[in-house]
């Protein structure tokens, strides 16, 4: 994704009100791959790659991680700086706008969050080796992708939502599973997430969607009524997103 359109991507978003949880329908799965793996990690020196608004970093900021989010926007970056602010959480988080993977960060890590970042990368093994060169030992990497045969793409109806956010490509299981391991990493867990009514919500542009949307994230009954359905749904379709977990090897 060039730094136009993630600016443009970037434009409209607000500050937090507050940090996400396990019930929030935007992050729900891949907070739950967190809470499963955080105890597995040696120490508290988290990476968020492409953290955007810092939603999952202000999120593993409240666990007890030390987080650094880097992102190409520098308006995301921004909006983290004055949620940090808002939310107390100086001492633990820090942001950078840096290019990801032409740029470095210095130091290593015990966690890495890659969500929703490898299908906007032009050279993909790039962009791994990066990572595997920022975990130390034992450390753990989430990864969270689009899938090829997410019900709606096999529909033709995700083109266009590919096209404005910048996706380059999606993954299958298989695909994602061999480019990871090829490159020295090790998988410990993948899975297949999101059924085709979140991925509905998220990528079809209905206004009645982002109102549902914002209501979910506020009552939990309506949040947990979409959850059931959707994996209901999930069982019977097939996924939106892939979910992949690996650490050194």
Do not use: W
């Not at 993630?6 to 937090?16: D, G, R, T, V, W």
């Not at 998988?187 to 914002?214: A, D, S, V, Y």
């Not at 939990?220 to 992949?244: A, N, P, R, V, W």
């Amino acid at each position: 994704m060039t730094d136009e359109l993630y600016e443009k991507f970037h434009s409209n978003i607000k500050l937090q009100k507050r940090i996400i949880s396990k019930r929030s329908i935007t992050y729900r799965d891949i907070v739950r791959v967190i809470n499963k793996y955080k105890d597995h990690c040696v120490g508290n020196k988290a990476l968020d790659i492409g953290c955007g608004c810092g939603a999952l970093s202000f999120y593993l900021g409240s666990i007890g991680f030390d987080v650094t989010g880097i992102d190409i926007s520098k308006k995301a970056v921004d909006i983290c700086e004055q949620n940090k602010k808002m939310f107390e959480l100086h001492g633990c988080l820090k942001f950078f706008k840096l290019n990801f993977p032409q740029e470095n960060i210095k130091g290593r890590y015990d966690l890495i969050i890659c969500s929703e970042v490898l299908e906007h990368i032009e050279d993909q093994k790039k962009a791994i080796r990066y990572i595997k060169n920022k975990l130390n030992k034992n450390g753990i990497v989430i990864f969270s992708l689009p899938s090829i045969k997410s019900p709606l793409h096999r529909l033709g109806l995700s083109s266009k939502h590919d096209i404005n956010v910048g996706h380059l490509r999606r993954y299958s299981m298989d695909s994602i599973y061999n480019l990871i391991n090829f490159s020295g990493l090790r998988t410990i867990e993948l899975i297949e997430t999101e059924g085709i009514l979140k991925n509905f919500l998220f990528i079809i542009g209905f206004p009645l969607n982002k109102i549902l949307i914002r209501l979910s994230n506020r009552f939990l009954f309506i949040s947990s009524f979409i959850f059931f359905i959707d994996d209901m749904l999930l069982k019977f379709f097939g996924g939106s997103q892939i979910i992949l977990v690996s650490k050194t090897k």
